[in-house]
């Protein structure tokens, strides 16, 4: 079985930053793909940025490219998301997810899931 937390999202201001963390447990035995998400209400989920096993491969959605980083902490089996220059549609909730296959943007390709945390970008 494997756990997934998210954590660190808040209500902010357009411009503010955040940081995400998802902390993965369970079966860590090697490191999973890891992705980020957003979904928000009446919405269809959204790829935002995916990290490789071993943080050597990153991709991100357009809109976020720039403001957005995604990064990895094996060690401590930790994901992060860094989002910078937070705009009004950015608001959504973050879910994490660990895929055996492959960092990519499909959904369908991550096993796990986290509860999500939300995010609320305000003007």
């Known amino acids: 079985q494997v756990q997934l937390v998210e954590s660190g999202g808040g209500s902010v201001e357009a411009g503010d930053s955040l940081r995400l963390s998802c902390v993965v447990s369970?079966?860590?035995?090697?490191?999973?793909?890891m992705g980020w998400f957003r979904q928000v209400p009446g919405k269809e989920r959204e790829f935002v940025a995916s990290?490789?096993?071993?943080?050597?491969?990153?991709d991100v959605v357009d809109s976020v490219k720039g403001r957005f980083t995604i990064s990895r902490d094996n060690a401590n089996n930790t994901v992060y998301l860094q989002m910078n220059s937070l705009k009004l549609e950015d608001t959504a909730v973050y879910y994490c997810?660990?895929?055996?296959?492959?960092?990519?943007?499909?959904?369908?390709?991550?096993?796990?899931w986290g509860q999500g945390t939300q995010v609320t970008v305000s003007s």
């Open positions: 997810a660990a895929s055996q296959i492959a960092a990519v943007r499909s959904a369908r390709t991550y096993a796990y």
């Open positions: 990290i490789s096993r071993s943080g050597g491969r990153t």
């Open positions: 369970g079966r860590t035995s090697s490191p999973y793909a």
